[in-house]
């Protein structure tokens, strides 16, 4: 069975009868995140693909820019003792000097479902890099054809009904790659880091694809990657779309059946 499934007993009601049957579930255990040695964060993810996480974490989070300021990503021994323990990486810069622990405030404990928020945050992050001007369009058609697309590829998610997804598109609506996660934000990382480790950052030209609702950190993950095009099935929040507009983004939502709403940069939606 895959790292990111377990079976666990379960007690199902039908009417007056309780039947004990196994049940396929979704993993999540504990990450820990270092850099030099030092620990950053303690992620609460769906094991695998680890080292794309570690990555697209450190470049979201701005500790690096380029696959070229990471010297190496190495799984640490860590004592086992419970469910999860011994889930330890360890990522080594190019140049050590440059890392500064106490700029990012993150490096305590980051659960599956939470994230940062707050205008203040968009207006930092605007400082430090320009509004995207990818020039990359798609068709409202292709569009409404994409979570059909994710979903046939969710082959975790049908199992377990627990987990969340990511996928990069072109602009004609061939998938190029999905990862899965029982925290939004660390399939997206996932996402992001596979492609900074394989050179493919900033990722102009392509159409990112969220499961669920687009809040404001997904949006600034989406931009630490280069990715001017973000879809989502569910909601956006206010700040998702107050950051989208300042960082020339363009943001759907609601994308199910025929119809979406297009919050930010509906010049790049081809009607």
Do not use: W
């Not at 696959?67 to 190496?72: L, S, T, V």
């Amino acid at each position: 069975m895959p790292d990111t499934l377990s079976l666990r007993l379960r007690r199902r009601v039908a009417g007056r009868r309780v039947v004990e049957v196994d049940d396929v579930v979704a993993v999540e255990e504990p990450l820990e995140l270092r850099v030099e040695g030092r620990t950053l964060a303690i992620i609460m993810r769906t094991p695998g693909a680890d080292r794309e996480l570690a990555a697209g974490f450190l470049l979201s989070e701005g500790v690096v820019r380029s696959a070229r300021e990471i010297f190496e990503i190495s799984p640490c021994v860590a004592p086992k003792s419970g469910a999860g323990a011994g889930n330890v990486i360890d990522v080594a810069l190019l140049d050590p000097a440059r890392f500064d622990p106490q700029k990012f405030s993150r490096h305590v404990f980051t659960s599956s479902s939470c994230g940062i928020c707050g205008k203040t945050s968009i207006a930092s992050v605007m400082k430090r890099r320009r509004p995207l001007r990818d020039p990359t369009r798609v068709s409202a058609r292709v569009l409404r054809t994409l979570p059909r697309a994710l979903e046939k590829q969710q082959t975790a998610f049908q199992a377990t009904g627990g987990l969340h997804a990511c996928a990069l598109f072109s602009p004609a609506g061939k998938l190029l790659a999905l990862r899965e996660d029982v925290g939004r934000h660390n399939a997206l990382d996932k996402l992001i880091g596979q492609a900074l480790l394989t050179g493919c950052t900033p990722l102009a030209g392509h159409v990112l694809l969220l499961s669920g609702r687009t809040s404001f950190e997904m949006m600034q993950k989406a931009y630490a990657g280069g990715v001017a095009i973000v879809a989502a099935i569910g909601a956006p929040s206010s700040l998702a779309v107050e950051f989208a507009r300042a960082a020339g983004q363009t943001l759907v939502g609601f994308l199910r059946g025929r119809s979406m709403n297009v919050y930010a940069g509906a010049e790049r939606v081809k009607p």
